[in-house]
Nanobody
Framework: VQLQASGGGLVPAGGSLRLSCAAS????????MTWYRQVPGKAREMVAH???????VYADSVRGRFTISRDNARKTVYLQMNTLKPEDTAVYYC?????????????WGQGTQVTVSS
């Protein structure tokens, strides 16, 4: 399974970005899909999570500003980020849990840089 993340960039504070992460590479079903972010020198943190049933969980720091969604037909997860703040600057990674037969695997995308200028 390969994950291709895109949509990062440089935006001013208050701006918006939409991240995408598409899964490909075989016959599989997708369980959970999660966005994480990481700043140099700090641990990777969960930003938003969506289950196969569409239930969502958000970090306190982004709740109300970010929205996670998924398109199962396209095997893609999105992160709509609004009202961005400089502290949202990080490398964002997608994490997708896939099921192939009875085997569950956790897959990571390559990361996409988000930079919010003040």
């Amino acid at each position: 399974v390969q994950l291709q993340a895109s949509g990062g960039g440089l935006v001013p504070a208050g701006g918006s970005l939409r991240l995408s992460c598409a899964a490909s590479g075989g016959i599989f079903s997708i369980n959970t899909m999660t966005w994480y972010r990481q700043v140099p020198g700090k641990a990777r943190e969960m930003v938003a999570h969506i289950t196969s049933g569409g239930n969502t969980v958000y970090a306190d720091s982004v709740r109300g500003r970010f929205t996670i969604s998924r398109d199962n037909a396209r095997k893609t997860v999105y992160l709509q980020m609004n009202t961005l703040k400089p502290e949202d600057t990080a490398v964002y990674y997608c994490n997708v849990e896939t099921l192939v037969g009875q085997s569950l695997a956790v897959n990571w995308g390559q990361g996409t840089q988000v930079t919010v200028s003040s």
